[in-house]
Nanobody, 121 residues
């Protein structure tokens, strides 16, 4: 049974930074596709960043150069460092876990989701 628990959300002024964390349990390790998604009120959920088992990363164009996804395999934790935050970054942010193969920003790559953490800019 895979569980993902996000933390680190909050309110921040435009231009500020936040670091989201996602603690994963029920997986042997985090050498799988891991990702962060967000959903703003009235909008569809969108993929923000993903990292595959080899550490290769993918970002949505809207966050490139501002957000960084990383993981600590020893602690089964995935992070999303968010800098230069903008009001349009506001939303509920979800951590997601996928498998050892293909990885990307689409929901189809993921099979487990956290409950989300709110980010307000």
């Amino acid at each position: 049974h895979v569980q993902l628990v996000e933390s680190g959300g909050g309110s921040v002024q435009p231009g500020g930074s936040l670091r989201l964390s996602c603690r994963i349990s029920g997986l042997a390790d985090t050498n799988y596709c891991m990702g962060w998604f967000r959903q703003a009120p009235g909008k569809e959920r969108e993929g923000v960043a993903a990292i595959d088992g080899d550490g290769s990363t993918t970002y949505a164009d809207s966050v490139k150069g501002r957000f960084t996804i990383s993981k600590d395999n020893g602690k089964n934790t995935v992070f999303l460092q968010m800098n230069s935050l903008k009001p349009e970054d506001t939303g509920m942010y979800y951590c997601a876990a996928g498998g050892p193969g293909s990885c990307g920003l689409g929901s189809l790559f993921f099979h487990a989701w956290g409950q989300g953490t709110q980010v307000t800019v």
